[in-house]
């Protein structure tokens, strides 16, 4: 047990590591989101006033942009298997006499923690969104961060492990990722789109993430019935299924990846 614990300590650090010096891409992934909500937020705002949506638009808009970019960051930083494979790290790893499933196990964790670490800074700013904050709330929101992150850190080693080229990644998680992203309700409530999308998003994993930063995020800035109104699912629904969604695809992803070793 010791030497497991090593093991994702080892994988872990390193992953967090390469996020950290990557000046950057530390930068860029806490500044565009906060760029896109000050402006286009602030933009669409003024064109969908709350007297038109009975609701601020800001206050819609920020759990559905803290979503994307969680997601966003916990699959990309997953692409350092591809790198590793590609240049020859990765051989070196798995000659060494620790289990494969600590290898990828190491890595979701490593690539949760970037996403974690992006989604606590962009918190900060809620304040000057008119979104109340309290520093409970902000444990509840980390913990429905880290769901969500693990989640689609796992994806994105379940979509990588095949791959041999970095050029591949983009194609496949462009493929993957904006499907998700649109059917999210992260941009638009998905209660005001045709029955064929909403039956869609029921599959979406990232739908009942974002819906779970609804309710938490919004919890002492709306009422449990105005929040309703935003999503599709309850928060006990929304949690029950990203735990479930994390089981299975961390199942499925450590599968895959032992399957597509050398």
């Known amino acids: 047990m010791n030497k497991r614990i090593k093991t994702l300590y080892v994988i872990w650090y390193r992953e967090v590591l390469i996020y ?12 565009l989101p906060i760029l896109i909500l000050v402006f286009f937020g602030t933009g669409l705002k003024t064109m969908l006033p ?15 942009v803290l979503g994307l ?8 930083s997953t692409m350092s298997i591809v790198w590793d494979r590609e240049f020859g790290f990765l051989k070196e790893i798995l ?11 190491g890595k979701i964790l490593g690539a949760t923690t970037t996403a974690l670490i992006q989604g606590a800074l962009i918190l900060l700013i809620t304040p000057y969104l008119g979104i109340n904050f309290s520093k409970w ?20 080693v379940f979509l990588v492990s095949r791959l041999k080229r970095m050029e591949s990644f983009s194609i496949v998680s462009q493929i993957i990722i904006a499907p998700m992203a649109f059917l999210s309700g992260a941009f638009f409530p998905l209660s005001n789109t045709p ?36 999503t599709n ?4 629904v ?25």
């Open 20 to 31: 950290l010096r990557n000046g950057v891409k530390f930068f860029t992934s806490i500044f």
């Open 50 to 64: 709350s007297t038109i949506l009975n609701y601020d638009f800001v206050q819609f808009f920020f759990p559905g």
């Open 69 to 76: 970019s969680i997601s966003v960051m916990a699959v990309s």
């Open 95 to 105: 000659v060494s006499p620790i289990s494969r499933s600590d290898i990828i196990l």
């Open 137 to 156: 709330l902000f444990i509840e929101t980390v913990f429905v961060i880290l769901l969500v992150s693990y989640g689609m850190a796992a994806l994105g």
């Open 195 to 230: 029955s064929w999308m909403v039956k869609i998003a029921q599959y979406n994993p990232l739908a009942y993430g974002i819906d779970a930063l609804r309710w938490v995020t919004l919890s002492e800035s709306l009422a449990q019935e105005e929040i309703s109104l935003l």
């Open 233 to 236: 699912h309850s928060l006990l």
């Open 238 to 262: 929304c949690i029950i299924v990203l735990l479930a969604f994390n089981f299975v695809i961390t199942f499925l992803s450590v599968r895959v990846f032992n399957k597509s070793i050398y």
